[in-house]
């Protein structure tokens, strides 16, 4: 079949909106009709270069929802008609991974994803001319139409709105993910979280359902604050308008008289900034804070403290899609949304046609969005 699709052709340019042929699916595989997709920092980071898996010319795209069109051979849990969010990590049950009951990272697919392919290592997409465009996270969710393995489809009710519930393949579950999941915080914990946009905020919503006190939002950008504060922030730092660094302002902060040496519970990065990592660590508490990596450093970049953090009882951690497990927990995250657990909307700032893809790269970089969402 034809489907109509926004291609990085290169890295660094914008995307190009063309028809793409797209080829059924082959056993254990599904075609999806996406409905919509939003676009996540990630998505920038792959089309401007700095992923080291970056391929091009590939079919971005990861944070979708849309309907089964069409099964391969085998496939048992899924028919035409069912409505479904896309999982760029996925859960097949029977790998050492997902046997271990330790994590999420799926170890079924993953070589094959990383390299732009379908597990069989071909390509469903190709140009008119038939180049062949690389797969992105397994999912390409920028095309009205994909073809993903099984395992990497996350069955949801049919009462969802796909404009909104597309956001829980990614954005929304990471950053609640990332409190409930990796962090485990306690009630009443203090936590600090760095960069307040479409991951931090859920990050912030995280803390609120998981009962934080005080929870410290840090960004640069001034304009973040008032939505922080509507989904439970309750402090807010801008570095730059501090003479001292961002790490003695949040230990200042949270000093009491019992409690000398200041520092949050919980700190989580969803910057991608390898100093800003390193700030998050350090402004945790001495003895047992725990900080969490969830944004994504471009390639060459490394993290670096002082042993002595690690040694006076800080511990570093990351998270992967907020340590869930797609076709379990994405059911439910989206059962939340529709019981009015969570909030979604008032996130998704902007939406657009396909066409113009690009408008909301450019939002993203001007600060003026927070989710951009695109509906077919
Ligand atoms: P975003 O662009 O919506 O938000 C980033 C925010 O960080 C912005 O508000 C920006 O002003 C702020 N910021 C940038 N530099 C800062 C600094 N030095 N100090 C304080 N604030 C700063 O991006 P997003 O979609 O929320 O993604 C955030 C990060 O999380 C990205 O690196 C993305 O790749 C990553 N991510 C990781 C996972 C995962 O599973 N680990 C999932 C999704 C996204
Ligand atoms: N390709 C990058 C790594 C990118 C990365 O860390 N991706 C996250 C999801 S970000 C979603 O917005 C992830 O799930 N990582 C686990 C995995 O297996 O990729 C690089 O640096 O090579
Ligand atoms: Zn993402």
Redesign the pocket.
Known sequence: MRTRAAVALEAGKPLEIMDVNLDGPKAGEVLVEIKATGI???DD?TRSGADPEGLFPAILGHEGAGVVREVGEGVTTLKPGDHVIPLYTPECRQCHACLSGKTNLCTAIRGTQGQGLMPDGTTRFSMLDGTPIYHYMGCSTFANHTVMPEIALAKVRDDAPFDKICYIG??VT?GIGAVINTAGVEIGSTAAV???????LNVIQGLRMAGADKIIG????DA?EAMARQFGMTDFVN?SKLSGSVTEAIIEMTKTERDPFGGVDYSFD????V??MREALECSHRGWGVSVI???APAGAEISTRPFQLVTGRVWK?????GAKGRTDVPRIVDWYMDGKIDIDPMITHTMPLDDINTAFDL?HS?ES?RSVVLY
């Open positions: 996540c920092h990630t980071f990614c954005g990471t760095f960069g307040l946009g479409g991951i931090g840090v960004d640069l950008n973040k570095p969803a910057t991608g900034n100093n800003v969830i944004g994504v990351g998270t992967a899609f907020g993203m600060g927070i």
